[in-house]
């Protein structure tokens, strides 16, 4: 069956980077579109980032822009969240999520197809 599993979430201090990985098994990676999600306590998931199939491309939300990379490498079925300069309101779980051969990258959480338990990450100040 499909898996994704993240990793590398932790608590770090303001300022501090973390890489975040999503590895997948149970599908071709390369068919699916990746994406990077947030919750925090009480709100909404909320799109962080994502990549198109080939990782050609790449988008994000505006609150992590020039702070945050999203990477993929589909020989080893893994997507990335490199995230720099973490602020505290950064804290929330991590989740990613893969969207079977969409034609672009989807900021609406309802249109992936599969989804990974949540890393945690906290930011403290």
């Known amino acids: 069956q499909v898996q994704l599993v993240e990793s590398g979430g932790g608590l770090v201090q303001a300022g501090a980077s973390l890489r975040l990985s999503c590895a997948a098994s149970g599908l071709t990676f390369s068919n699916y579109v990746m994406g990077w999600f947030r919750q925090a306590p009480g709100k909404e998931r909320d799109f962080v980032a994502g990549?198109?199939?080939?990782?050609?491309?790449?988008y994000y939300a505006d609150s992590v822009k020039g702070r945050f990379t999203i990477s993929r490498d589909n020989a080893k079925n893994t997507a990335y969240l490199q995230m720099n300069n973490l602020k505290p309101e950064d804290t929330a779980v991590y989740y990613c999520?893969?969207?079977?051969?969409?034609?672009?990258?989807?900021?609406?959480?309802?249109?992936?197809?599969?989804w990974g338990q949540g890393t945690q990450v906290i930011v403290s100040s």
């Open positions: 990549t198109i199939k080939s990782g050609g491309s790449t």
């Open positions: 999520a893969a969207d079977f051969d969409a034609p672009g990258v989807a900021a609406t959480a309802s249109l992936y197809d599969y």
